[in-house]
């Protein structure tokens, strides 16, 4: 494990305790709303204050984009600002308040735009996934694969409904219906960060959700490209930091859920 990632990793691990602690007493958390269906508490604060302190502590020079407290600038002079972590400190808040056992804390960072090492971490399972870049992806000490399904048939596939956004929604519909026939199924189980994970330890065959956020996805993404996935945009492109649109999967379930996805993309660019 490189220093980086081990920092990374003992981030997590600390704001893990943090979430831990409070799950079991769920009602008594402060929660503000952000926007309609989009909630923040004192739980997000507090884990991401603590990541940023352990980041911050051994890479000051370094840019941070988190999804509660926003960017933070890195030092050019240092030569810092090449190095961005993204960082989710509390991925399915809305599960974790209703007491749902799905939910995730994300790190991840980008050198010069390019997906360098990933961490995501689901402390309620003790599952800690990681990767880097030309290294693979690990289960805790166990290297993952994507499932080498050949298409569609009897996949399963993990999705996020665009519930925030009504007009992403009414794309979306048409999607879900094309998605659906002839698989094993389709789940939405509230964690995007824990999506991509499966996806790359075969739980999931493949992924796709509308208007995520990069730190949402930006970890998962290189978990599932190092166990030999694919991850793009809904045209197959590599501008899925830009649309926040995003496939993933193992290589044949990929492209047939691009061939699905086709016809409803002149919709999906409008939206």
Not at 25 to 49: H, Y
Not at 115 to 121: F, R, T
Not at 201 to 218: I, K, Q, T, V
Request: glycine content about 12%; hydrophobic content about 40%.
């Amino acid at each position: 494990m490189s220093p980086m990632l081990n920092i990374a990793v003992r981030a997590a691990r600390a704001a893990g305790r943090i979430t831990m602690r409070f799950f079991e007493r769920v009602g008594g958390i402060k929660v503000t709303a952000k926007s309609q269906n989009d909630f923040v508490s004192e739980v997000d604060r507090a884990a991401e204050t603590t990541i940023i302190e352990h980041l911050r502590g051994k890479y000051p020079d370094h840019a941070i984009l988190a999804e509660e407290s926003g960017a933070h600038a890195g030092d050019r002079r240092a030569g810092g600002d090449e190095f961005e972590w993204l960082i989710d400190p509390l991925d399915g808040t809305t599960n974790y308040l209703h007491g749902f056992p799905q939910w995730s804390i994300s790190i991840g960072l980008r050198r010069r735009g390019r997906m360098e090492l990933a961490v995501v971490y689901d402390p309620l399972h003790e599952e800690l996934f990681t990767a880097e870049r030309g290294s693979g992806t690990l289960l805790n000490d166990r290297r993952l694969r994507v499932t080498q399904r050949r298409g569609m048939e009897g996949a399963l596939i993990g999705t996020g409904i665009p519930f925030k956004d009504p007009v992403k929604l009414k794309v979306y519909l048409p999607m879900l219906e094309a998605m659906i026939a002839g698989t094993a199924g389709v789940r939405r189980p509230g964690s995007a960060a824990l999506d991509f994970a499966f996806v790359a330890a075969g739980r999931l065959d493949g992924f796709w959700e509308l208007g995520l956020m990069p730190w949402d996805f930006a970890a998962g993404s290189l978990l599932v490209t190092e166990a030999g996935g694919m991850v793009t945009d809904l045209t197959g492109g590599e501008r899925h930091f830009e649309t926040c649109n995003i496939v993933a999967g193992g290589p044949k379930v990929h492209r047939a859920m691009l061939q699905r996805l086709r016809p409803c993309l002149g919709s999906a660019v409008r939206a």
